[in-house]
């Protein structure tokens, strides 16, 4: 298997933004009210997506294999000064498609965004992970992530 990890370009928005709507669509199959997407969620993603690309504090990575897009992942950087150690890397949105899963793509996928981070001087990184995705947890858990939150909501 040939595969590269590099920063997307805008050519490949098409294909960064179905692997985010498919990464979508499994959220919501965890949890239909949370996760709930808008009739205008792609547009909406498609224009996020481009202003990533632009954004010299966020990351858009591809993995390619034989240059076929197969996986991605956001990675952005922020200085949050209400905490000490307020340099701080956040992660999105990794996906590799099914059929790709279970062959390294998603940990190194991973592995390029943390360096990026750290070159950046992010201290400590944060992703969420949706409830009911085991196996998402168990995998950031390999990767050293621990939990520290839960997050609840209510529909009023």
């Not at 991605?72 to 996906?95: H, P, V």
């Amino acid at each position: 298997m040939n595969m590269i990890i590099e920063q997307a370009t805008a050519a490949d928005l098409a294909c960064v933004l179905d692997l985010t709507m498919e990464h979508a669509r499994l959220n919501e199959g965890f949890d239909r009210q949370y996760y709930s997407l808008a009739d205008d969620a792609e547009a909406d993603y498609r224009e996020s997506l481009r202003q990533s690309l632009r954004d010299q504090s966020q990351r858009v990575l591809v993995a390619r294999v034989d240059e076929e897009i197969v996986g991605c992942i956001q990675a952005d950087f922020r200085k949050i000064l209400i905490f000490r150690r307020s340099e701080r890397g956040f992660i999105y949105n990794l996906y590799v498609q099914r059929m790709w899963r279970r062959r390294g793509i998603g940990r190194h996928l991973m592995e390029k965004a943390i360096d990026w981070l750290q070159t950046s001087g992010a201290e400590m990184i944060f992703l969420n992970v949706a409830g009911g995705n085991d196996e998402a947890q168990r995998f950031y858990e390999r990767l050293g992530f621990k939990t520290v939150n839960t997050n609840m909501y209510k529909l009023i």
